[in-house]
Every structure is written in structure tokens, then in C-alpha cells.
DNA sequence: CCTGACGTTTACGTTAACGTAAGTACGGCT
DNA sequence: AGCCGTACTTACGTTAACGTAAACGTCAGG
């Protein structure tokens, strides 16, 4: 029942290709609260996928601070009226960023569409001049 | 024709919202090369171009140096079959960057989606106690 | 003529996100 | 007993992307 599997760090290290360092700093700055067995930290379950979750977070473009904000999201308790509310504020705010980076992406992968288009474009013209070289 | 319209630095540093030390360093690194009237920079429709370009690179959470290679590619002269050959490479590497990025994107908003989910019905719920505490 | 707005350069300061030692501890193998 | 592998903490170093201050030029308006 209760996911027995437990990770150490350097597992954990080389699933993500991350650092040792690189996890200890996510725990230092209070993304990850793993389990001690003496000194040594022991990660269950949970604490895989926040390390995913940061890991996304990171590609997203986003600063540790804001990934644990959002993280903080997934897991708040229910609390009472102001936080829902203010937490459902927040929702709005990440989700308008995160729209506005999808409309970036694709504008950018739009111009790579067309930047590659030319090139190929190139590429054929000196095609046809080696094979026409008159 | 010619598209005479120029502009200053403080009226590009306004329109996007950043400071004239940031566009200073942006020609620094070689991501802006305004024209100069004496010692003053006069930006051209296509400096403006190139300054939006970056702020969408940053958006996007890429590098100065990321940004700076990409949009070198938007403006690359025809050149020979090899680096033909490298830009339809790096093409294919960013895009994949960025549909990687697009799925990140995705996965994000659906579990925002979750969370409001969840948020709503905790209003709901206390709303009902609210109403009919019994 | 002086001030203020706008621009310039040079250069040191700052923050984030780790890298990189240095030194210590502990369990297992031979 | 000695060493290896793995892990720990502490702490200084590093890079990117600017911030911020200092000191100066220049042109229009009062």
C-alpha cells in the first residue's frame, strides 16, 4: 500500500541527470524535504516527482522561487475561503504566463518553419546549378 | 520605400518595458548593432525586430547566447551547401527544444486545471457548510 | 548662462543556480 | 587493519544578466 520504494541521491541523481549538488541545493532551498536515516537522506516517491516537477519547471524557463510557489500549489491544503481564493488567483497568473510562452513557442517555431524553407530552397538552387551549370 | 523611421533608446526601452542598460547590453553582446548619429544610437525597424526577437528568447527562458545563435539563423546569407546542411541541423534541434518545451507547457495547465478543480470544489464544500450547518 | 532632459562611457555591485574543493564519517570487502 | 565507495557538511568560486553609481557631453528653454 504505502510505496515502500525508497531512492538515495545519487539514484536519483542519474535518472534525472542532475548533480548531487544540484539536489541538495533543491532541498537547501526547501523544493525537496527528503527522509534521513542517520545523516544520510532517503527520498520516497513523493519526493521523485517534485524533483520532476522542478525539472519541468526549470525547462519551463521558470526561477526556483517561482517553481516552488507553483509546486506549493499542487499540495495546499484546503484551507479556508481567502486562501482558495488567492490560490485560484495565482492559478490565473501561471496560467496566463504559461499561455503567453505557448503563443512564443509558436510563433518561433513558425519562423524556423520558414527559415528552413529557404534553406531548402538554397540548397536546391545549388543542386541545380551543379547539375546545370550553364 | 526605405523605411525611414528611427528611434531612440529611451522610446524602445518604454515601448518594451526594460531599461536602457539593458538594451546597452544587449549591444554589447552583440545582439543589436543600432546605427549612431555621433555617440547616439538610432535604432532602425529592423534593431526594433531584433530587440523583440530577444525579449520572446527570454520569455521562452532561453540564454542570451541560445537567443543570439537562433535569431542569427533568421539572417543567415545563403552560404554554401555545408552550413546550409549545419542550419537545417540546429533548425531541427531547436524545434525539438521547443516542442519539448510546448509538452512541459501542457502538462503544466492540465494539473493547474486539477488544482482549480480540486480549489473549486473546497469553496463549494465550505459554502454548503456555510449554508446548512448542521 | 545655467539648468534639466536625454544621452554617453566606464566600472564595480548583485542575484541565481549551481560548481568545486576540503575535510569528515561510515559500511563493506579483502 | 586498510582501503574503497558512498555520503555528508561547510564554504568559497563562477557565470549570466543586468543594476547602479560616477562623471561627462549636448542641446533647448527660461
Same mark, same amino acid.
Given at each position: 500500500?504505502?510505496?515502500?520504494?525508497?531512492?538515495?541521491?545519487?539514484?536519483?541523481?542519474?535518472?534525472?541527470?542532475?548533480?548531487?549538488?544540484?539536489?541538495?541545493?533543491? #532541498?537547501?532551498?526547501? !523544493?525537496?524535504?527528503?527522509?534521513?536515516?542517520? +545523516?544520510? $537522506?532517503?527520498?520516497?516517491?513523493?519526493? /521523485?516527482? *517534485?524533483?520532476?516537477?522542478?525539472?519541468?519547471?526549470?525547462?519551463?524557463?521558470?526561477?526556483?522561487?517561482?517553481?516552488?510557489?507553483?509546486?506549493?500549489?499542487?499540495?495546499?491544503?484546503?484551507? #479556508?475561503?481567502?486562501? !482558495?481564493?488567492?490560490?485560484?488567483?495565482?492559478? +490565473?497568473? $501561471?496560467?496566463?504566463?504559461?499561455?503567453? /510562452?505557448? *503563443?512564443?513557442?509558436?510563433?518561433?517555431?513558425?519562423?524556423?518553419?520558414?527559415?528552413?524553407?529557404?534553406?531548402?530552397?538554397?540548397?536546391?538552387?545549388?543542386?541545380?546549378?551543379?547539375?546545370?551549370?550553364?
Amino acid at each position: 500500500m504505502g510505496d515502500e520504494r525508497t531512492w538515495t541521491i545519487t539514484q536519483l541523481a542519474d535518472e534525472y541527470g542532475i548533480t548531487l549538488r544540484t539536489i541538495r541545493f533543491y #532541498e537547501e532551498q526547501g !523544493l525537496l524535504t527528503p527522509a534521513r536515516n542517520g +545523516a544520510h $537522506r532517503v527520498f520516497h516517491e513523493g519526493d /521523485r516527482v *517534485r524533483l520532476a516537477l522542478v525539472l519541468r519547471g526549470k525547462r519551463l524557463g521558470f526561477g526556483l522561487d517561482e517553481i516552488k510557489k507553483i509546486i506549493g500549489m499542487y499540495d495546499a491544503e484546503p484551507g #479556508e475561503a481567502g486562501q !482558495l481564493r488567492y490560490l485560484l488567483d495565482q492559478i +490565473a497568473v $501561471r496560467r496566463a504566463e504559461l499561455e503567453q /510562452r505557448r *503563443r512564443d513557442i509558436d510563433a518561433t517555431l513558425a519562423e524556423l518553419d520558414e527559415v528552413e524553407r529557404r534553406c531548402r530552397t538554397d540548397l536546391d538552387a545549388l543542386r541545380t546549378d551543379m547539375s546545370d551549370p550553364a
